[in-house]
């Protein structure tokens, strides 16, 4: 553990978002409109202008040496597709603008024609790093909308699943983020050690990603034999291995300076710019769906939620380091109190028959064959339903019309927020910080870009 | 989550209520809903803003999200408070109180002849993505945003994808009727 990093007591009564705004710090900085935010509110057609003939570069004040950076789509250290915008002062970033869109597949659209139990195959493929969440949020809308319980059993899986996926998020995070600064053994390390998990995820649910195992009404299969012993070996393989991590970086020197006091952020500039998860968590701002607003069955598991002090880098590495940690507490809990009984409802509007009552009545076949090709009506009205994903709120706004596919679906997606925080936390920094901030952030661009 | 609908009439404000239309419970001068054990407001495009600032004053210190709805293929929608009229347009927004543990949904009807709102960004610089995508999907504008422009689609491309009246695209098939290998 560091000095840097306390976990918050996990009592009902501690509720440092109800104390005074003081010591929340100012939002002023992200309130700026004009040319002095630190966004850089420049469409593509008004850079080309800028930038001129490239044969020709425009001869301007001499003393002006501000020039626009182009980083990325395709860059090694924005994750994926992000593209940044810079407005460059030396090596100093000045003002900035993610240009996000390039992963961009209509998934809400797409999810207008797919039926409510195809939903999740189309969820599952948006943050691809934390699948299971996604699925989550969607089963929950749903069942909001049905107005179905699931069976306990069904929902201790779910959790211990999520849990789960959060520590091989976070592992990933871990090997990201050893990279882009220049730590290439914990990217191997970061990989190996969710591959661990990865491999637990396909025994149970048939795939290493994209599972489409949370359904509506339940999950698709229960936990195969011998799931225990499968997660014990998890729970004795991973936590030395966090401890390795401290030694390799926590407590090393040069990586501490490549991150501390890096992309700074005060609460209320979180807060304003609507920042959830380890972001929000690291300004020291004690926030956590599952502590705060408790979905599934957190209420009755023990754990802490793991704030920073200072709001840089630094500190949102070492609450991701520390949440797998509290994350593979609620597994080992869960292991205690995982109940029996069916994985999925018994609701016959929204479960198939099983497999042998389809041999023996004409009904059950014509039920199943309904409930795969049609599916099922989900009643009319709106809701929307929440989850703590590894990068923060995760929302599912749901709108049915009453037939049996959504007439909308919205995702709310952690990483797509929180992209608004990149310009801010790098303003005035020098570009080689961006790569620490970028990753600090942390953002999955398949939710980005949807 | 489950939140008690709570009729809560500023005192203030009693007299200057003048729509008879609005007949049920109200809340920061807007119709109120429960749906699914959440609180869901229903202000005029002219409510707007001060709604939301009532809601900033209240303690909603986040806004979560900001999304929009094409209603148009859904004609005679049920949902709506009596004294709200169905628009082909819907902006939502959602917003958390941290401290009371609250949580709270807006859904205003944006008639298609003049599809604006105003931006929140002032109020909630957070939206500034949200309120681009919700232009850039569906059409709906935000009348002072810092940057109306898109957002996931191409600067250049014409139309709201996630209008109903744009139709799911489709990759072409060759061979479309030749036999198929199983």
Redesign the interface.
């Known amino acids: 553990m560091t000095d840097v990093t306390t976990p918050a007591v996990d009592e009902a009564t501690d509720?440092s978002?109800?104390e005074s705004a003081a010591h929340l710090g100012s939002?002023e900085r992200?309130?700026r409109?004009d040319d002095s935010?630190a966004?850089l509110?420049l469409?593509?057609?008004e850079a080309a202008v800028l930038a001129g003939d490239p044969d020709d570069p425009p001869t301007g004040d001499a003393g002006d040496q501000r020039m626009i950076l182009n980083m990325g789509p395709s860059h090694p250290s924005t994750h994926g597709v992000l593209r940044l915008m810079l407005e460059m002062e030396g090596e100093t970033v000045l003002r900035s603008k993610p240009v996000?869109?390039y992963l961009?597949t209509?998934m809400?659209?797409?999810a207008?024609?797919l039926t409510y139990l195809q939903g999740p195959t189309n969820v599952t493929r948006m943050d691809y790093a934390a699948p299971l969440f996604s699925e989550l949020a969607f089963s929950l809308a749903v069942e909001?909308?049905l107005?179905i319980d699931v069976p306990p059993r069904a929902t201790w899986i779910r959790m211990l699943m999520c849990e789960l996926n959060r520590v091989a998020s976070h592992l990933l995070f871990q090997a990201t983020n050893g990279m882009d600064l220049g730590a290439v053994s914990m990217m191997i390390y970061g990989w190996r050690e969710r591959e661990e998990v990865l491999r637990f995820f396909e025994k149970v649910t048939g795939l290493r990603m994209n599972h489409n195992y949370i359904r509506p009404g339940g999950v698709a299969a229960d936990l195969p034999d011998g799931w225990r012993d499968d997660v014990r070996r998890l729970l004795e393989l991973i936590p030395p291995r966090l401890d390795e991590y401290d030694d390799l970086l926590t407590g090393q020197p040069i990586f501490r300076e490549r991150l501390q006091g890096v992309g700074v952020m005060t609460p209320a500039e979180a807060?304003?710019?609507?920042?959830?998860g380890p972001i929000l968590r690291s300004t020291g701002y004690a926030?956590d769906l599952r502590r705060?607003?408790p979905y599934l069955a957190y209420h009755e598991v023990e754990f802490d939620v793991i704030v920073g002090t200072h709001g840089d880098s630094f500190d949102r590495f070492a609450i991701r380091l520390n949440e797998i940690r509290e994350s593979l507490r609620i597994v080992e809990q869960i292991l205690d109190l995982m109940p029996n009984g069916d994985f999925r409802t018994q609701d016959k509007k929204v479960t198939p028959p099983p497999r042998a009552r389809i041999d023996e009545s004409m009904e059950a076949l014509i039920h199943h064959f309904k409930i795969f090709t049609e599916g099922f009506h989900v009643p009319?009205?709106?809701?929307?339903a929440?989850v703590e994903s590894p990068r923060g709120?995760l929302?599912c706004?749901l709108?049915s019309?009453g037939g049996p596919k959504p007439?909308?679906m919205?995702i709310?997606g952690p990483s797509?927020?929180n992209?608004?925080t990149l310009p801010h936390l790098m303003e005035g920094g020098l570009i080689a910080d961006g790569v620490a901030v970028v990753s600090s952030v942390d953002p999955i661009m398949g939710e980005v870009?949807? | 989550?489950s939140e008690e609908p709570v009729v809560e009439e500023p005192a203030a404000e009693e007299p200057v209520v003048e729509e008879p239309a609005v007949v049920g419970p109200t809340r920061y001068g807007v119709p109120v809903v429960v749906?699914?054990?959440?609180t869901v407001l229903h202000p005029e495009v002219d409510q707007w803003l001060e709604t939301v600032r009532a809601l900033q004053a209240d303690g909603f210190?986040?806004?979560?999200?900001v999304?929009a709805?094409?209603y148009s293929?859904?004609p005679g929608?049920?949902?709506l408070p009596e004294g709200v009229s169905p628009e082909r347009f819907e902006v939502?927004a959602?917003f958390i109180d941290?401290?009371g543990?609250r949580?709270v949904?807006l859904?205003v009807q944006v008639p298609e002849a003049d599809p604006v709102v105003p931006s929140l960004?002032?109020l909630?610089?957070?939206?500034?993505?949200?309120e681009r995508?919700a232009w850039d999907?569906v059409g709906v504008a935000f009348d002072g945003h810092?940057?109306h422009?898109?957002?996931?689609?191409?600067?250049d491309w014409e139309g709201h994808?996630?209008r109903r009246d744009?139709a799911?695209?489709r990759i072409p098939v060759q061979f479309k009727d030749a036999p198929a290998v199983r």
């Open positions: 509720k978002a109800g939002a992200v309130l409109r935010s966004v509110r469409s593509e057609a996000i869109g961009h209509g809400e659209k797409t207008e024609d909001q909308l107005g807060l304003a710019l609507s920042a959830t926030w705060d607003q009319e009205g709106e809701t929307y929440a709120e929302g706004y709108v019309d007439y909308r919205h709310r797509f927020v992209l608004q870009d949807r | 989550m749906a699914t054990g959440q210190c986040m806004a979560i999200d999304t709805v094409d293929a859904h929608r049920i949902d939502v959602s941290h401290a543990g949580r949904r859904r960004f002032d909630f610089p957070g939206t500034e993505a949200m995508e999907l810092p940057d422009t898109r957002i996931l689609m191409p600067e994808p996630l744009v799911i695209g």
